[in-house]
Antibody, heavy 115, light 107 residues
Framework: QGQLVESGGGVVQPGRSLRLSCAASGFIFNTQAMYWVRQAPGKGLEWVASIWYDGTAKFYADSVQGRFTISRDNSRNMVYLQMNSLTSEDTALYYC????????WGQGTLVTVSS | IQMTQSPSTLSASVGDRVTITCRASQSISDWLAWYQQKPGKAPNLLIYRASTLESGVPSRFSGSGSGTEFTLTISSLQPDDFATYYCQQYASYSGYTFGRGTKLEIK
């Protein structure tokens, strides 16, 4: 089934940047598309970004387009989310997940944007 | 593609049969999944392709529908089923959308 472990969350001021990481294990990473999904406190799920198995295609939600960048390193079984120009609207628990539909999820890393 | 999920809250008792509905703003064929989320936990996939049960999911869960109208049914509620449920369309790889969720509460 595999395992995903996110890291890199924390408290950041509005306008600043943060990079999230997701370490994958237990499956053939370089054959799987990867995803970031977020959940604001007390709210529902929001797909954020996707990256194909080889990194050749990337897609973003309108809410993060132009500010967030998804990337992956297949040699390290890692996927990343670079988040720039953060606002309070980006405060959420960020999950890394694989497959579509999403069969495996990490435990999430919390990002809080606050001055 | 917008996903409209209803109801937002559902109160029911152990043993009840419950149904949650999800409507897509345009046809998504059967590219629909249902997830269960418990407090403090990541979501868990229950059903994909609208009606296919994920491995290990109890048979009291079932899904149906195609096009724009979908339902998730729990035939006989168990104590472990009280959670929040989300539908998700994955018809378009350029944008996946979740419903706003249905919180299933104990009556």
């Amino acid at each position: 089934q595999g395992q995903l472990v996110e890291s890199g969350g924390g408290v950041v001021q509005p306008g600043r940047s943060l990079r999230l990481s997701c370490a994958a294990s237990g499956f053939i990473f370089n054959t799987q598309a990867m995803y970031w999904v977020r959940q604001a406190p007390g709210k529902g799920l929001e797909w954020v970004a996707s990256i194909w198995y080889d990194g050749t295609a990337k897609f973003y939600a309108d809410s993060v387009q132009g500010r967030f960048t998804i990337s992956r390193d297949n040699s390290r079984n890692m996927v990343y989310l670079q988040m720039n120009s953060l606002t309070s609207e980006d405060t959420a628990l960020y999950y890394c997940a694989r497959n579509m539909p999403l069969t495996t999820w990490g435990q999430g890393t919390l990002v809080t944007v606050s001055s | 593609i917008q996903m409209t999920q209803s109801p937002s809250t559902l109160s029911a008792s152990v043993g009840d049969r419950v149904t949650i509905t999800c409507r897509a703003s345009q046809s998504i064929s059967d590219w629909l999944a249902w997830y269960q989320q418990k407090p403090g936990k990541a979501p868990n996939l229950l059903i994909y392709r609208a009606s296919t049960l994920e491995s290990g999911v109890p048979s009291r869960f079932s899904g149906s529908g195609s096009g724009t109208e979908f339902t998730l049914t729990i035939s006989s509620l168990q104590p472990d089923d009280f959670a929040t449920y989300y539908c998700q369309q994955y018809a378009s790889y350029s944008g996946y959308t979740f419903g706003r969720g249905t919180k299933l509460e104990i009556k």
